[in-house]
């Protein structure tokens, strides 16, 4: 079975760009999660989603960020304008509600702002 | 306060030893659930063991056991007969709550490096 795809795998951008980064869950989870990733700040969970629906998103920075999830199959994370101090590793998680709980990571998307 | 914390930044460990990394949270909720991933240098998330906090027994997946002690709230990840391939960072996390989709909060983690 795939796991959670991520794409892309890296980005670099010039600060002041728009950045999109995209996810696919495992078929049939019903929650996604996106995490970020630092030295300084460790991982961090942005936002998630259940069944397609936003349900926290006390974690996204500012209103720079925006997540969407338009179906169950996929979802988005962008950052607009990016800046300098958003480089990280940015993760896709899924879970199934009805498992044993644990959160199925995707390969992260390393961003890189100029 | 910080609601997991993992003590150790960084340890060695011989080969084919045992290594035992610490990990103590922090909740009111009676119902919870914690966790361990492996995240080699190649930066994906794996994850190892999960324990709920009305489990009885000590979880165990293979090389990796759990040492749960509740009354201390003390969850530390053991790893049995270490191998060069288990060097990389280990985060502890902990859901609050039973439903699948409470976030997980991380802890620090720990680096380990296995030598040969």
């Known amino acids: 079975d795939a796991g959670v795809i991520q794409s892309p795998r890296h980005e670099v951008t010039e600060m002041g760009q728009e950045v999109t980064l995209r996810c696919k869950p495992i078929?049939?989870?019903?929650?996604l999660f996106w995490y970020r990733q630092t030295m300084m700040r460790g991982l961090e969970l942005l936002i998630y989603f259940n069944n397609n629906v936003p349900i926290d998103d006390s974690g996204m920075p500012e209103d720079r960020f925006s997540a969407k999830m338009p179906n169950a199959s996929f979802s988005t994370l962008k950052i607009q304008p990016s800046e300098p101090r958003d480089s990280a590793v940015y993760f896709c998680a899924s879970s199934f509600s009805r498992s044993r709980y644990e959160q199925f990571f995707g390969p992260g998307t390393r961003l890189t702002v100029l | 306060a910080q609601k997991i914390t993992q003590t150790q930044p960084g340890m060695f460990v011989q080969e084919k030893e045992a290594v035992t990394l610490d990990c103590t949270y922090d909740?009111?909720?009676?119902?919870?659930?914690l966790f361990w991933y492996k995240q080699p240098s190649s930066g994906e998330m794996i994850f190892l063991i999960y324990q709920g906090s009305y489990d009885q027994q000590n979880a165990t997946e293979g090389r990796y056991s759990l040492n749960f002690q509740k009354a201390r709230k003390s969850a530390n990840l053991v790893i049995s007969a270490s191998q060069l391939g288990d060097s990389a960072m280990y985060f502890c996390a902990m859901r609050e709550g039973w439903a699948a989709g409470n976030k997980l909060t991380f802890g620090g983690g720990t680096r380990v490096l296995v030598k040969p």
């Open positions: 909740t009111s909720d009676p119902s919870y659930g």
């Open positions: 078929s049939g989870h019903d929650y």
